[in-house]
């Protein structure tokens, strides 16, 4: 992940064995980095043991000791914290188990009734707004997280090769980053693992706005 963020010509600032407070300390200290104001975006890979909402840290023995909550990679590097990053896109990927179950397959039924869908309609009444003198952003926006797993499930990763879902990332940038956008590139890693029972990456938490492109060699 190192050597491919920086071919894509970014600074890459890597961590190591961190407890809780470290993780922390180090993110802070990262958006606090005036390099952001004239970046075009950052990266924040995480990669540890974890829990449904949360990281264990280099000491952590169980879900409430040396524990790091993912909510505050968001609090740290969002519109209020980090303005440098404002209206940039910060991309998140976290390799990390959020459970101990075991992933799965079911069969498709295809030809089982479909759920109703429900839709918002707007009544007959017109409702008037006014515009704000004052511009303003939300405060948690241009966001895009991709775990490796789905909520209550474990991630895999092998002996010799490392992370499956890291690796199919790495390999899917180097593909089709030429000529698509990081969200497009995202689902043809979702679909690597469509037919793989081990594990299923999700999209947490994304607020991308526009569409964001690496163009490698640029």
Not at 14 to 32: M, P, V, Y
Not at 191 to 198: G, K, L, T, V
């Amino acid at each position: 992940m190192t050597l491919l963020l920086e071919d894509l010509g970014y600074i890459v600032e890597k961590e190591t064995n961190l407890n809780s407070q470290g993780i922390t300390t180090c993110l802070k200290r990262f958006a606090a980095r005036e390099e952001h104001k004239a970046s075009d975006g950052m990266f924040v890979v995480l990669m540890s043991h974890g829990h449904q909402d949360s990281l264990c840290g280099v000491h952590s023995k169980d879900k409430q000791s040396d524990i790091f909550s993912i909510k505050t990679v968001f609090s740290t590097f969002n519109n209020e914290n980090c303005p440098a990053l404002r209206g940039k896109p910060k991309v998140v990927i976290i390799q990390a188990c959020r459970g101990e179950q075991r992933g799965y397959m079911i069969e498709n039924m295809e030809d089982s009734a479909k759920s109703a869908a429900a839709f918002l309609q707007s009544d007959s009444h017109t409702v008037q707004f006014e515009t704000d003198a004052v511009k303003r952003v939300h405060v948690e926006s241009d966001f895009i997280c991709l775990y490796s797993t789905t909520p209550d499930h474990v991630s895999w990763r092998h002996p010799e090769t490392g992370s499956l879902f890291i690796s199919q990332i790495i390999e899917n940038i180097k593909k089709h980053a030429w000529n698509r956008n990081l969200e497009e590139v995202f689902r043809k890693v979702l679909q690597h693992f469509a037919n793989n029972p081990c594990q299923m990456p999700s999209k947490d938490r994304t607020t991308l706005i526009k569409k964001f492109y690496l163009f490698p060699g640029h």
